[in-house]
């Protein structure tokens, strides 16, 4: 069996272990008592016809990460062109207090990652291999806590072995098993750089070795933090294969490969809007909302978005309207 534990990475916020007073302290300096009004004057586009949520007022809230920062303004502009009042809270610390803030109803709504959720929140050691199976499950599992799980965006944020363009027009690689093959064929052609974390957990490269039958020597791997993964990758020079996010927007920017997880070892990570059980219950036409716009949002959508922000230094905001502007989600007033 795989126990999988929370990676310490933008995607998951380093999500940390608390319990009783600590958990409350950190949920009281999060700033779920404060918040800002969201000012745009936004418009109905293709969503929100006849401004449906007219009257109410909505929380929204976010992880401190650029991608799930950029996921909920893009909830709070579908929210207010269809009518609503909405407060801005995103850009809590951490994994626990935007998932307490949901589940306790200090915020009506997030995106949230399946994986994540039904790993870490629930407690469960083994993945569901198919996406829509694992959010199922985790929809029926989650409705106790009061959240309810609309349906899932293509979008996964998980791990994947990045490599240049350079190096991959001589090796051809495509998928893990490619990696595994290239390993036994020549082992000293397959360098890796990953973060310390990644190398030592059987959720990465222990058990990513395991799945795939193969042993990368100890002195081909070099450990280093994340962001300079992409750079050495990149670069060519340190490391023929890298630890990486599959939405990281400096994949496109560094015109990266990635390769397939041929095996399903790694669990899925799809982003899905999580809401608040009473908030849908009062206003339901939230999920007709968000539907069109969740399957919009692909694994290649979220690099695009992220690059906006972590490699031109955009505004998440503004990148999110940015593009529900484009989609003709919604239009400026």
Not at 91 to 107: F, Q, V, W, Y
């Amino acid at each position: 069996m795989r126990t999988f534990r929370v990676r310490a990475a933008a995607r998951t916020a380093a999500v940390a272990v608390l319990a009783g007073p600590v958990l409350a302290l950190v949920l009281a300096g999060c700033g779920l008592k404060s918040g800002s009004p969201m000012a745009d004057d936004v418009q109905p586009g293709s969503v929100g016809q006849g401004r449906p949520l007219e009257g109410a007022s909505l929380t929204i809230t976010s992880k401190n990460f650029s991608e799930n920062i950029v996921l909920g303004q893009i909830l709070g502009l579908v929210f207010k062109a269809a009518g609503a009042e909405v407060l801005d809270r995103t850009n809590l610390p951490g994994s626990i207090s935007a998932r307490e803030a949901i589940r306790k109803g200090d915020a009506d709504a997030m995106y949230e990652y399946t994986g994540t959720a039904w790993i870490t929140y629930l407690g469960n050691t083994e993945p569901i291999d198919d996406p829509r199976e694992q959010w199922a499950a985790l929809r029926a599992a989650d409705a106790k806590n009061g959240v309810v799980w609309l349906p899932p965006a293509t979008l996964n944020n998980t791990y994947t072995l990045a490599i240049s363009k350079k190096n991959n027009a001589k090796y051809g690689l495509k998928t893990m098993s490619d990696v595994a093959r290239l390993a036994k064929e020549d082992p000293s052609a397959v360098t890796l750089c990953v973060e310390n974390e990644f190398a030592a957990r059987e959720d990465g490269l222990p058990g990513l070795e395991k799945a795939y039958g193969m042993k990368i020597p100890a002195g081909n791997i070099r450990k280093m933090d994340a962001g300079i993964i992409y750079t050495q990758v990149s670069k060519s020079e340190s490391c023929l294969l890298g630890e990486a996010f599959t939405t990281d927007g400096r994949i496109r920017a560094m015109d990266l490969d990635t390769l397939t997880d041929d095996r399903r070892f790694f669990p899925n990570y799809n982003a899905a809007p999580a809401v608040n059980a009473k908030t849908l219950a009062e206003f339901p036409v939230i999920a007709e909302l968000l539907a069109p716009v969740t399957a919009k949002l692909t694994t290649a959508v979220a690099q695009e978005l992220n690059a906006k922000v972590d490699v031109e230094g955009q505004d998440p905001h503004a990148v999110a309207k940015d593009w529900l502007l484009k989609e003709g989600f919604i239009k400026e007033g």
